[in-house]
């Protein structure tokens, strides 16, 4: 029974980061119904800023994610201003191919530059570290990151659901025209939107490296797992992606232990289609 | 004004299978054998595409699974001639009749969803039979398949000195595929199809039977890339998961349709007549370095051409034609007037 615990709390753990992944998607998915092909990649390139800040002058992680959480924020403001605002008049898939050109760029930019080798932070402040619960392992890197990527989504739901730009953004994902006429300027909702989509995935990417290697293929996996939590937890839903994002958490771990690692993600995506076979539009859709 | 444009793409179509019947007869091309698979792979990946195109392009569903029927394809083919150590005919048609299958399997309730969620169930769809080919110890897994050396000829579809019999294997692949699609398009079928895209509701308002249209364009696009599969696996002597079944190759499926233009005819020719050159000779200049280069250009490029011209390139070509007619009209006004 300890085993199952230790399982499922490792999951849980992985479980919010992804949450913190998929909610920049949904932000961005919600609002300007755009699929960001790119996300992943943006988390790569957030990991590779902390890893490098790590490793050249020996900034802690703790601290490196706000570097790299700026960076993102400017990757995507970058990304809407160069690729998405011109993309959005067209066709709908446009935005998505334009944003997979991207992401191979991205990707094969970090191939070029920092080599396909696996670098890993190592002798950071928390590394090694753990606490106990009864008999359940808690490594300190994993909770602190977790726990981390769980307050950034509650402050970014905060500011949606509370703020006088929170208001903005919600008026713009309903009905771009009506907001329009009421003074906002959706074009700047956007620009800021993509941007946030941009730190959130900026802020996980700058707490991994202590104990996730960064690679230029290790967006790829968790961009596809933001899809699936998106569109398990619903349109544009930050809740129901952080719902969906701790339940593929917990089903990866559990399944990779029970059924087979090889395994994991058949039962990951299988999940998803019987959601969505079940609920069209997501857990918290409507 | 229909039936005219309908005759100058016939007269364009038939000036096309001629012009590509005689490539293998410049001398440039028969001297040098790059050269020729190029032409290969733009037959192919314009088949391929054309395949995608009927359920992607005419009926609106796009749909990121294509590789799946593809790679069922390149099995099909390939255990055939690795296992069974027979021709691959056998494995062809069981292949695209299995995709055939699988496709209306997998899609009855995806078609349920709609946009980005059917989008996404069909990416989550791939990792799936990814993950379980590359564990299936029946089609060796990870290792893939590799050919043996076996006698060349149409029989087993296999040539190693030349690559001349393969270019016209492409050709009567892209030949078929095509008109299949041009009948279809002109056909109460395609009609339906395009009517479904363009309004599920109405369309079934108006008695079409949406379900059953995209489930029989789906079987019928599966069962042609199935096919495509089992060429490009005769082709490359070799296949694996990731080559055949992965998100990429699934990609490639859209990329060349969408920037040819998608619903069109000739969309899917015009885009690999594009993308594929430039993703062969970008290989061969500096994909050797193996930094990424090549890919990066590639990358580049797709993004460009999303930008600045989001309908691809039949969109340009009929904005360009527009303009001309436009001008037609403009001049020959004052005239009626006077």
């Known amino acids: 029974m300890t085993m199952f615990f230790q399982v499922a709390i490792d999951g849980l753990l992985t479980g919010m980061v992804y949450a913190l992944v998929a909610s920049g998607l949904s ?260 | 004004m229909i039936k005219e444009n309908t005759k100058k793409q016939d007269l364009l179509w038939y000036v096309l299978i001629v012009v590509l019947l005689l490539v293998p007869f410049i001398p440039q091309v028969a001297a040098n054998s790059f050269t020729q698979h190029v032409f290969i792979l733009i037959l192919l990946y314009a088949s391929m595409s054309q395949a995608w195109n009927i359920i992607g392009g005419y009926c609106g569903q796009v749909s990121f699974g294509h590789s799946v029927f593809f790679g069922i394809g390149a099995y099909g083919a390939g255990m055939a001639v690795v296992k069974f150590g027979i021709t691959p005919w056998p494995g062809i048609i069981i292949g695209s009749l299995l995709a055939m299958v699988v496709a209306v399997l997998i899609s009855y309730p995806c078609f349920k969803l709609k946009g980005h969620y059917f989008a996404i169930a069909t990416f989550a769809i791939v990792e799936i039979f990814n993950r379980l080919f590359m564990v299936w110890y029946w089609v060796n897994g990870a290792l893939g398949l590799d050919y043996p050396m076996v006698k060349t000829g149409w029989t087993n579809f296999v040539w190693y000195r030349t690559k001349i019999p393969y270019y016209y294997g492409a050709l009567i692949l892209f030949t078929t595929i095509f008109s299949i699609v041009r009948f279809i398009e002109r056909n109460r079928f395609g009609y339906y199809l395009r009517a479904v895209r363009e309004d599920q509701e109405t369309a079934e308002a108006t008695g079409i039977n949406s379900t059953f249209i995209k489930l029989s364009a789906m079987a019928l696009s599966a069962f042609l890339a199935s096919f495509c599969g089992a060429f490009f696996v005769q082709y490359n002597f070799r296949v694996d998961p990731p080559m055949v079944m992965s998100l990429q190759v699934s990609m ?32 061969v200049l500096w994909g050797g370095l193996g930094r990424g280069t090549d890919l990066m250009l590639f990358g580049f490029l797709i993004v460009l051409i999303m930008v600045r011209q989001p309908k691809g390139i039949m969109g340009l070509i009929n904005e360009y034609l527009n303009y001309r007619k436009t001008r037609k009209i403009i001049s020959a006004q004052p005239e009626i007037n006077s």
């Open chain 1, 27 to 286: 932000l961005i998915w919600g609002v300007m119904d755009v699929l960001n092909f790119a996300h992943g990649e943006f988390l790569m390139l957030g990991m590779y800023v902390s890893y490098w800040l790590g490793f050249l002058i020996n900034f802690d992680p703790l601290i490196s994610w706000i570097a790299s959480g700026v960076f993102c924020f400017l990757l995507g403001i970058l990304t809407y201003k160069l690729i998405i605002h011109h993309c959005l008049l067209g066709p709908p898939l446009s935005a998505l191919l334009a944003t997979f050109g991207l992401s191979m760029i991205l990707k094969n930019f970090a191939l070029n530059r920092f080599s396909p080798n696996y670098r890993l932070l190592t002798g950071t402040l928390l590394d090694g570290k753990r606490t106990l619960i009864g008999n359940i392992v808690l490594p300190m890197p994993q909770l602190i990151t977790s726990i981390f990527a769980l307050v950034v989504v509650f402050i970014i739901y905060y500011v949606i659901k509370r703020t006088r730009l929170g208001w903005a953004i919600q008026a713009t994902a309903m009905d771009k025209e009506a907001a329009e006429l009421m003074g906002i300027n959706t074009e700047r909702i956007f620009l800021l939107v993509f941007g946030l989509g941009g730190l959130c995935v900026g802020v996980a990417g700058g707490l991994l490296p202590s104990y996730l290697a960064v690679h230029p293929e290790v967006g790829g996996l968790f961009g596809l797992i933001a899809f699936v939590c998106v569109a398990m937890g619903g349109f544009g839903s930050i809740p129901g992606a952080l719902l969906a994002a701790l339940l593929i958490g917990l089903v990866e771990a559990l399944g990779g232990f029970y059924i087979a690692p090889v395994f994991k993600y058949v039962v990951v995506f299988g999940l998803y289609l019987l959601v969505v076979m079940l609920k069209p539009k997501g857990l918290f859709g409507w």
């Open chain 2, 252 to 283: 490639v499926f859209v990329l060349v349709t969408i920037l040819g233009g998608a619903g069109t005819l000739f969309g899917p020719l015009l885009g690999a007549l594009i993308l594929i050159p430039l993703q062969e000779y970008t290989r």
